[in-house]
């Protein structure tokens, strides 16, 4: 079966839980007007179904290679990226003088999706460079800029980011890869790191690496971190010190290069300051994480689509009321488990639409808020919906035949790199929401409840009531955080519950939002909220009084 372009629910998505509808009309979306916006997603569509689309069953099959330091991923590909990279996909949300397209993230947000969809194990390299692309534009200095930047936007050569370590992964204040300044202004990189995605390939002939590493005399832990790129070619043209030693054998995105890089006496140049490192590539992370999200709406659409076709062709049992054996869609549980995966797709879908919109509006603290629900809740929600289509498909799914499996394959690391879920969970709780002063979090709360007001009086009144009793948990639950703000055990173990239940409630509200903006509550929207919304009220008691298992637990 061959993946579409959702544009529909994309655009529905954006211009209601993204509000580019009110933007457009209004003239903030940088001169955007609804006529391109058909136009772009038209153009990102033919690319992804017609050139990406058929590399992801082979991509996974063929893998990337390393031999003798040099990797190659699937034959092809290098041709594919040039026309991907020569059509302006890398710039969308870029300024036209860095030879972007100058439009929103939200534009940019969208098109990735359908990068993404098309073949995951493709668009991770975009991933990087274009956050490459942010980190260097916001630190870096002027001739490091005009030097990396405009062949990074136009396809010339791509970027990696380099943190993880064997011995530093969550912890990069454990880091130890070497900085020494040269009398010139360079450094010198010395150091091992691991689990590079695109450290090397053959896409492009140059690829520059944004390096954390520590200078001699830094402050011990995340305080004496600075930021370096390196590229592999020297501007002389010679090979930098820094090669592949080894490509890792992994569960999913088999084409998606991850090595192990090492760093010999490299020479790198200092990006932003000394010991500020972690701070340029936060800015990196942030595009990063939103788009990590992102994969698992990506993947989710993926599997939607293929167990829903599946559904239609299997022929197998009777369905209610039937007299000989029918396709399998005839069994309500079935339709059950399509529609959960329908709506779980559309609410993670909302919910990155909503964080893109907070970045286009420069509305940060809300960004900061979104950024750890958008990660952690749509990798899950990728996760999730993965496996109910393999569930779908029965054992069909479970062997690699139908491609249902190689989805939940694919979107397993998800939940995994970019910090784990569980950071993230502790990222939202102590830093977001618990931030002395941070308002954000109460008018999210209060927002909620606004549109559950709205939905009950406009002929939605189980969803909204679902909502409103869901908006009420949550705001218990941050009031037993703020009462454990000092019971570091406590607070921390109730991070994950705690995300998860203001992921449900803000993604029960953008999806009620698009169903009150189109004027009818889609079966998605109900779906979520009886499906999700309605266990919130629940979860307060896994915060509330969950028992805190003790180390002894598990000697
Ligand atoms: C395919 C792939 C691609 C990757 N690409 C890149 C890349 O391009 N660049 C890069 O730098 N890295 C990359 N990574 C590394 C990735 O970001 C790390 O694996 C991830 O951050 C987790 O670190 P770790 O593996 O060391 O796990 P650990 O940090 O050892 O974590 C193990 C477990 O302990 C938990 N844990 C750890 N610390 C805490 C804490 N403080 N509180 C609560 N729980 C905690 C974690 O949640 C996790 O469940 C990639 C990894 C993979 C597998």
């Known amino acids: 079966v061959s993946w579409r372009a959702p544009i529909d629910a994309i655009r529905l998505s954006l211009e209601t839980a993204g509000g580019l509808a009110e933007d457009m009309a209004s003239g903030r979306a940088g001169g955007l007007t609804p006529e391109d916006l058909t136009g772009i997603l038209a153009e990102a569509a033919r690319f992804a179904e017609e050139r990406l689309s058929p590399e992801n069953r082979r991509g996974d099959k063929l893998g990337s290679r390393l031999e003798a330091g040099v990797v190659t991923t699937p034959a092809g590909w290098p041709a594919l990226y040039k026309a991907w990279a020569e059509a302006g996909w890398n710039g969308v949300d870029l300024p036209a003088d860095l030879g972007g397209m100058g439009l929103p993230t939200r534009v940019a947000t969208a098109v990735m999706e359908l990068w993404t969809s ?214 309500p549980d079935v339709r059950r488990n399509l529609m959960l995966m329908r709506s779980l797709t559309a609410a993670g879908r909302a919910v990155a639409h909503r964080a893109a919109a907070a970045i286009d509006r420069g509305q940060d603290e809300l960004a900061g808020l979104l950024t750890p629900v958008v990660k952690a809740f749509c990798s899950e929600i990728g996760v999730e919906v993965a496996s109910l289509g393999m569930q779908v498909h029965g054992g069909m799914g479970y062997v690699e035949e139908t491609g249902a499996a190689q989805l939940l394959r694919d979107a397993r690391i998800t939940p995994i790199y970019e910090g784990t879920n569980g950071i993230q969970a502790i990222d939202l709780l102590t830093r977001k929401v618990l931030r002395p002063g941070a308002e954000t979090p109460a008018m999210e709360i209060a927002r909620c409840r606004r549109i559950a007001a709205d939905a009950a009086k406009r002929g939605m009144a189980e ?77 307060l008691a896994e915060v509330d009084h969950g028992a805190l298992p003790s180390w002894g637990a598990f000697s």
């Open 118 to 331: 098309a073949c995951m194990s493709f668009a991770l390299g975009p991933v990087l460079t274009q956050g490459a692309v942010d980190a260097l534009e916001a630190h870096a200095d002027a001739a490091l800029k005009a030097a990396y930047v405009p062949k990074l936007v136009s396809g010339e050569c791509t970027a990696t980011m380099n943190l993880t370590e064997p011995q530093a992964g969550s912890d990069l204040g454990l880091l130890r890869t070497k900085a020494e300044k040269q009398a010139d202004g360079t450094y010198r990189i010395t150091g091992s790191k691991i689990y590079i995605t695109y450290g090397e390939h053959d896409l492009t002939e140059q690829i520059v690496h944004l390096v954390l590493a520590r200078l001699p005399d830094a402050p011990a832990g995340t305080r004496g971190i600075s930021m370096f790129l390196v590229p592999k070619l020297l501007p002389d043209g010679s090979r930098n010190g820094v090669v592949c030693t080894g490509l890792e054998h992994k569960l999913g995105i088999h084409a998606s290069p991850t090595c192990s890089m090492t760093y010999d006496t490299a020479v790198g140049w200092l990006v932003g300051e000394e010991n500020r490192g972690l701070a340029g590539m936060f800015t990196m992370m942030n595009k990063a994480r939103l788009y990590t999200g992102l994969q698992g709406v990506a993947v989710a659409e993926r599997a939607l689509q293929q167990a829903t076709a599946f559904a239609h062709g299997r022929v197998q049992g009777r369905g209610p009321g039937a007299s000989e054996a029918g396709p399998i869609i005839a069994h």
């Open 463 to 539: 969803p909204g009531r679902v909502l409103a009793a869901a908006a009420e948990a949550l705001e218990r639950a941050t009031d037993v955080a703020t009462a454990r703000a000092n019971d570091q055990e406590r607070l921390l173990a109730m991070a994950t519950p705690y995300l998860q239940m203001f992921s449900a409630v803000v993604a029960g509200a953008a999806l009620t939002e698009i169903a009150l903006a189109d004027g009818r509550m889609s079966e998605e929207a109900a779906f979520f909220a009886l499906a999700r919304v309605a266990m919130v009220p629940g979860m």
